[in-house]
């Protein structure tokens, strides 16, 4: 699973393939090869090897100490990550989905992201705490939340969003890295999806926003499982002669303001795509950020392609109409590149 | 052993006297926010703490002044912390229920009632991986035997045979709400042991025999004999905070436990042994009452924290 035998003289030609599911698990698995304080701790992270198949075979290389097994008590192992983490020990606590993780809000809100502050800069907490969020598997209501914007409204932790093989594979290095409490949201859906490593690339930085295409006309901006639809509106408003910027936020907080500003100041025109509710989220906060910063660089109205502001429902027709799709990000770019 | 138990009978009168400065302080309004008053309990702190060694963990609630004290925190630091002032322990971000000590493993000041629990295992837990034998004591009151934390850490710590000493201190009301209008089962000492934890309950106004009972459960937990659980019986003298009215319980049932107030009954019980003289009272009272007012001293001349400083200790100041 390493580089070894690949010609480096290719350079950053060199890919490798592979799932979202492979990055992750590799990332797990180096993290823990090169350094003993870091462990996974979960639900059936072990025997079972991990609700989304993430961490399967890892209880063979490492061992039910450092693969570990936790009990349905979201609460206690997210606080027990918490504790490793201020003594010493690097946890990388995987809470199934963020669904179960209301759970545990007490630690993650009351605890990880206070205890430096309150403790006057004595106590910080390295907890890297992953969990799938997301919606259109038919799992119905209480499966399907997307609640990154939630903890993107808390300071004190960072809310980093991989969705691509290369955030996938290296997001964890940089947030094991950080001093401080970093959530990492995997869309369930993009487990399956299957993208190109480059094989010169390491550690990301958990800062910035990234371009995934250039444009001029209209920017898109989006992250986790929307960056796909994203990406697909871009090419059919290509064909229509629309050019679209994707701007993939990769990191909800801190929020990379410049790169919105940057992109909106080159389009003039934005279509906020978010998975997750539109009523005071993520796409509500770009738009205030807009108004603030690039209110006479806008040469539209903002649009925003939303969850519907109701319950995931289960019927596959209503779950579809319920989440963002291509169509309606074609639609909605080109209402405000008309307008 | 005569020194020991006069040094104990001096860390008690350190709590008392310096939390009812806090109570007059509150009222001259130099200590604002919540006030929580350990007033009574102290025979509780004292023994479990100072049955622990310097390498140990403490997790405690937002009534830990006292434990703090007794953990060797500086008088000066905690009263400045109540003042707010930025040469208090937690540099006035945390007031009186979130006093800190990195060096003394004082991990809080956690005013969630149970949040400390979860918190108590994860230290224990990278104790044990790192196989340590450092004992992780948690205090917390009877309160959280109600939440759902305190059943999951429970759980957690005895599943994984992690070194906890759950320390339940028990004065018998949660805020306001009394043990028997909160549980089915009032035996919390039953409660711990369905976890497998070796549990038993213990007078908390006698301090000899919390030490006696905290030195048999940490020993037991540092030798790998997996958690323990203490229940500390004891009694709040004073209101639950500084807002509270009281309207729950009797003043006679007050007065009852006063009787059995752990600071009187250690002096009398050290000056009827011939280990205390009159004199030797005194010089106590006296030498306690100097490090209070040095530490109000020390309140009142620190220093408030800049205002362009706040939005520092949010994240951590990478390379400072």
């Known amino acids: 699973m390493t580089a070894t035998g690949v010609d480096t003289a290719i350079g950053s030609e060199a890919v490798r393939t592979m799932t979202y599911r492979d990055a992750v698990r590799e990332a797990i698995a180096e993290a823990m090869r090169a350094d003993d304080r870091v462990f996974l701790m979960g639900e059936d992270v072990g025997m079972y090897g991990g609700c989304y198949a993430v961490s399967k075979g890892l209880l063979d290389e490492f061992g039910p100490e450092r693969?570990?097994?936790?009990?349905?008590?979201?609460?206690?192992?997210?606080?027990?990550?918490?504790?490793?983490?201020?003594?010493?020990?690097?946890?990388?606590?995987?809470?199934?989905?963020?669904n179960f993780s209301l759970l545990a809000l007490d630690q993650i809100v009351n605890t990880a992201a206070l205890y430096l502050h309150m403790s006057g800069g004595q106590f910080n907490v390295p907890v890297v705490i992953r969990m799938a969020t997301g919606a259109?598997?038919?799992?119905?209501?209480?499966?399907?939340?997307?609640?990154?914007?939630?903890?993107?409204?808390?300071?004190?932790?960072?809310?980093?969003?991989?969705?691509?093989?290369?955030?996938?594979?290296?997001?964890?290095?940089?947030?094991?890295?950080?001093?401080?409490?970093?959530?990492?949201?995997?869309?369930?859906?993009?487990?399956?999806?299957?993208?190109?490593?480059?094989?010169?690339?390491?550690?990301?930085?958990?800062?910035?926003?990234?371009?995934?295409?250039?444009?001029?006309?209209?920017?898109?901006?989006?992250?986790?499982g929307?960056?796909?639809?994203?990406?697909e509106a871009a090419e059919i408003l290509s064909e229509d002669g629309v050019s679209a910027e994707v701007l993939d936020l990769r990191v909800l907080r801190p929020l990379d303001t410049?790169?919105?500003?940057?992109?909106?100041?080159?389009?003039?025109?934005?279509?906020?795509?978010?998975?997750?509710?539109?009523?005071?989220?993520?796409?509500?906060?770009?738009?205030?950020?807009?108004?603030?910063?690039?209110?006479?660089?806008?040469?539209?109205?903002?649009?925003?392609?939303?969850?519907?502001?109701?319950?995931?429902?289960?019927?596959?027709?209503?779950?579809?109409?319920?989440?963002?799709?291509?169509?309606g990000i074609v639609s909605a770019a080109h209402e405000v590149v008309g307008a | 052993m005569n020194d020991h138990h006069l040094h104990l009978l001096h860390d008690m009168l350190r709590v008392r006297r310096f939390e009812?400065?806090?109570?007059?302080?509150?009222?001259?309004?130099?200590?604002?926010?919540?006030?929580?008053?350990?007033?009574?309990?102290?025979?509780v702190a004292v023994g479990v703490i100072n049955s622990l060694r310097p390498e140990d963990a403490i997790v405690a609630t937002y009534r830990e002044h006292g434990h703090a004290l007794v953990r060797g925190l500086d008088a000066g630091c905690i009263m400045?912390?109540?003042?707010?002032?930025?040469?208090?322990?937690?540099?006035?971000?945390?007031?009186?229920?979130?006093i800190f000590d990195r060096d003394a493993r004082f991990y809080g000041g956690n005013a969630i009632v149970g949040g400390g629990l979860p918190l108590?295992?994860?230290?224990?837990?990278?104790?044990?991986?790192?196989?340590?034998?450092?004992?992780?004591?948690?205090?917390?009151?009877?309160?959280?035997?109600?939440?759902?934390e305190f059943h999951e850490s429970m759980n957690l710590a005895a599943l994984w045979d992690l070194p906890v000493l759950f320390c339940c201190e028990n004065n018998l009301y949660a805020m306001g709400t009394a043990l028997e209008r909160s549980e089915s089962q009032t035996a919390l000492t039953l409660k711990a042991a369905s976890?497998?934890?070796?549990?038993?309950?213990?007078?908390?106004?006698?301090?000899?025999?919390?030490?006696?009972a905290a030195s048999t459960a940490i020993e037991a937990v540092r030798a790998g004999g997996g958690p323990h659980f203490l229940e500390f019986r004891t009694y709040r003298f004073r209101a639950h905070s500084m807002f509270d009215a009281e309207l729950y319980r009797e003043r006679s049932e007050v007065e009852e436990w006063k009787e059995r107030d752990p600071l009187d009954l250690f002096r009398d019980r050290l000056m009827g042994d011939g280990v205390l003289t009159e004199e030797g009272w005194r010089s106590m009272e006296e030498d306690v009452a100097a490090e209070v007012e040095a530490a109000v001293a020390y309140a009142e001349a620190a220093d408030w924290e800049p205002i362009e400083d706040l939005e520092r200790f949010v994240y951590s100041e990478v390379g400072a």
Request: charged share 20%; with cysteine; glycine share 10%.
């Open chain 1, 67 to 98: 693969v570990r097994d936790t009990p349905l008590s979201e609460s206690a192992f997210v606080g027990a990550g918490i504790g490793a983490a201020l003594n010493g020990m690097r946890p990388i606590v995987e809470v199934m989905t963020v």
């Open chain 1, 136 to 224: 259109g598997r038919q799992l119905a209501a209480q499966h399907s939340h997307s609640l990154e914007g939630w903890y993107a409204h808390i300071p004190g932790i960072k809310v980093a969003t991989p969705a691509t093989i290369t955030d996938a594979r290296w997001m964890l290095a940089t947030a094991l890295e950080d001093p401080d409490p970093v959530i990492l949201f995997e869309n369930a859906a993009l487990y399956n999806t299957t993208g190109e490593l480059p094989l010169d690339c390491g550690p990301v930085d958990l800062a910035t926003a990234a371009v995934r295409r250039e444009g001029s006309d209209v920017s898109i901006v989006t992250y986790g």
């Open chain 1, 226 to 231: 929307s960056l796909g639809k994203a990406l």
């Open chain 1, 258 to 327: 410049d790169a919105i500003l940057k992109s909106v100041s080159k389009t003039h025109r934005i279509v906020v795509v978010d998975e997750g509710w539109k009523s005071v989220g993520i796409s509500a906060e770009i738009g205030a950020r807009i108004f603030e910063e690039a209110i006479w660089e806008m040469d539209a109205p903002l649009r925003r392609v939303c969850g519907a502001e109701v319950p995931i429902p289960y019927a596959r027709h209503m779950e579809q109409a319920a989440l963002p799709q291509v169509d």
């Open chain 2, 20 to 43: 009812e400065r806090c109570a007059e302080l509150y009222q001259a309004e130099e200590i604002r926010g919540f006030l929580h008053l350990y007033i009574g309990e102290e025979a």
């Open chain 2, 80 to 98: 400045a912390e109540m003042y707010g002032k930025v040469d208090g322990c937690s540099m006035g971000r945390g007031g009186s229920m979130h």
């Open chain 2, 120 to 148: 108590a295992v994860g230290l224990a837990l990278a104790d044990k991986m790192n196989g340590s034998h450092v004992v992780t004591a948690v205090f917390f009151g009877e309160g959280a035997v109600a939440e759902g």
């Open chain 2, 195 to 212: 976890y497998q934890l070796p549990a038993w309950s213990v007078d908390g106004m006698d301090v000899l025999a919390v030490e006696e």
